[in-house]
């Protein structure tokens, strides 16, 4: 195993780009390591958004800490709710186009799960929402931003933090967490912990 693994203190199950930046931009010492097992899909369908967000980020941050049970590990789901509709990550372009279209014009919610685990059976989840405004959407702005490939990996196959900000009228809420990680939520979970991760900064 690692050296620098069996003394860290946190590590983000996760390979998003976006998620390490906050982390990082917060001043905190963490490592990175990519769920080992891929998302399940069937077991989350007939949860409610908040509850698949926090499932799957449950899921993510527990195939992690499995292997390093010594560290504390943050998992994170970001999924968007239109209605009773759940909108994940789109599997290819024709998905990504639908999504688009039914985001279009409206007020809808992202909502990320966010699970930290830990040494001594230490287990805390919970999900933050903000509300979007997205301006209506011409066939031309969907085509085009599905040709950008923005959309893959993103869940409502769309990233507020790259270009599509140009269809955002409002957010109402942590634009951290539209981004993927909603970071006042992260913190007060780990004052709940009495954990500092800035002090375990790796130099």
């Known amino acids: 195993m690692n050296g620098t693994l069996k003394t860290c203190r946190l590590i983000l199950a996760s390979t998003s780009p976006?998620?390490?930046?906050l982390l990082a931009e917060a001043g905190m010492g963490f490592e990175v390591i990519a769920p080992p097992l891929e998302e399940p899909s069937e077991d989350t369908r007939n949860l409610g958004p908040a509850q698949q967000a926090e499932s799957l980020a449950y899921f993510k941050a527990r195939s992690v800490a499995d292997l390093h049970p010594h560290c504390?590990?943050?998992g994170a789901d970001t999924v968007v709710a239109l209605g009773d509709k759940t909108?994940?990550?789109?599997?290819?372009?024709?998905e990504a186009?639908?999504?688009?279209?039914?985001?279009?014009?409206?007020?809808?919610a992202v909502i990320t799960g966010l699970a930290l685990l830990g040494p001594?059976?230490?287990?805390l989840l919970a999900s933050e929402v903000t509300w979007i405004q997205m301006k209506p959407l011409s066939e031309q702005d969907v085509e085009a931003y599905v040709a950008s490939g923005e959309w893959i990996g993103k869940a409502g196959a769309y990233a507020i933090q790259e270009t599509a900000e140009r269809f955002i009228e409002l957010v109402?809420?942590?634009?951290?967490?539209?981004?993927g990680l909603p970071m006042e939520?992260?913190?007060?979970?780990?004052?709940?912990l009495d954990y500092h991760p800035n002090a375990h900064k790796i130099i």
């Open 18 to 21: 976006r998620r390490r930046e």
């Open 172 to 179: 109402d809420g942590s634009f951290t967490n539209v981004v």
């Open 87 to 94: 909108l994940g990550k789109a599997k290819d372009k024709s």
């Open 97 to 108: 186009r639908w999504m688009l279209h039914s985001l279009s014009g409206t007020r809808h």
């Open 72 to 74: 504390r590990v943050i």
């Open 185 to 192: 939520l992260l913190e007060r979970m780990f004052i709940e």
């Open 120 to 123: 001594h059976d230490e287990r």
